[in-house]
């Protein structure tokens, strides 16, 4: 196994998008993020994305992107997973000596967190315990009172304002969308808001691929929270996604929080498979 590098977004895909598009569930975040830097090679960070693959002869056995400052992603397909796990760290150790996490299929990014830590002499800061989620089909749900609407540059300061509290609440200061991109998310209709009166929660969606695209930046201010608008807000904005020509929805859970879990699979939402995401805290001395 050797790893691979690749110039750019568009090089990365041509040599291993066909691997990642065999499940665009499974690897929908990197496939997605990668679709998007295509077009815009800026949109998670001013610095340039990072692009590599552990290939065996003619076999791509896993990929790993980054956008720093943000977390490495990474994704397994084939071989062995200890092999795997060693190359991916001496490949991204090559570029990176200091990397703020690591997200991926929970087997991998294991391993990878363990060798990381040990190799480069980080301690784990956090664990998120993830899932990852597709729906085909919203189910008839109760809704609550209000109407679902996309997000206008009126409501710019709201939605910074709500990203910003929901990066906050997940824990999510070293990845995730930079506050300065909320204006052209807004202005492309990314962003969605139930309103009832007011807006009173939030979803977004991102990262199409060819069949799918996913669900995120779910948030409802907590003096709102309980009322059900999050419900309902993530099940429209699925339908408007299905009524769009996607063939499905996806989206990362906390499993920390079964409540959310329980909502989503009462709307249609079908668990997939686990990921997980791990935050490295840095040697004292750095």
């Given amino acids: 196994m050797k790893a691979k590098y690749y110039a750019n977004a568009t090089e990365f895909l041509t040599h291993a998008g066909s ?19 295509e077009n815009m090679p800026q949109r998670y960070g001013q610095e340039k994305p990072w692009f590599c693959s ?7 056995n896993a990929v790993a992107i980054r956008t720093p400052p943000h977390m490495v992603l990474i994704a397994h397909f084939t071989g062995d997973i200890d092999a795997v796990a060693a190359t991916l760290v001496k490949g991204v150790s090559k ?15 294991d391993l990878f967190a363990e060798r990381w830590c040990k190799q480069h002499g980080v301690t784990i800061k956090d664990t998120m315990a993830q899932r990852i989620y597709r729906l085909d089909k919203v ?17 710019k300061e709201l939605v910074l304002k709500w990203f910003h509290a929901f990066h906050v609440d997940i824990g999510a200061e070293a990845r995730g969308e930079p506050m300065n991109d909320v204006p052209s998310m807004v202005e492309e209709g990314s962003v ?14 991102t990262r199409p691929t060819d069949r799918g695209m996913s669900v995120g930046g779910v948030y409802t201010p907590p003096e ?29 859970t906390d499993l920390a929080n079964p ?23 840095p040697p004292q001395n750095i």
């Fill in 19 to 37: 691997f990642l598009a065999q499940d665009e569930v499974r690897y929908g975040l990197i496939l997605g993020i990668a679709k998007v830097l």
């Fill in 224 to 252: 709102l929270r309980g009322k059900g608008y999050a419900t309902s807000c993530v099940a429209e904005l699925s339908r408007n996604i299905l009524q769009s020509g996607k063939e499905f929805c996806t989206l990362y």
């Fill in 54 to 60: 552990v290939d065996t002869d003619n076999t791509i």
């Fill in 139 to 155: 189910f008839d749900i109760p809704q609550t009172p209000g109407r679902f609407r996309a997000a206008t540059m009126a409501d």
């Fill in 95 to 109: 570029d990176f000596k200091n990397i703020p996490g690591v997200v991926g299929d929970k087997e991998l990014a």
């Fill in 192 to 205: 969605f808001l139930w309103e009832d009166g007011e807006p009173v929660s939030m979803a977004r969606k």
């Fill in 259 to 281: 409540t959310s879990n329980s909502i989503y699979m009462k709307m249609g939402y079908k668990p997939i498979c686990d990921s997980v995401e791990y935050t490295f805290k």
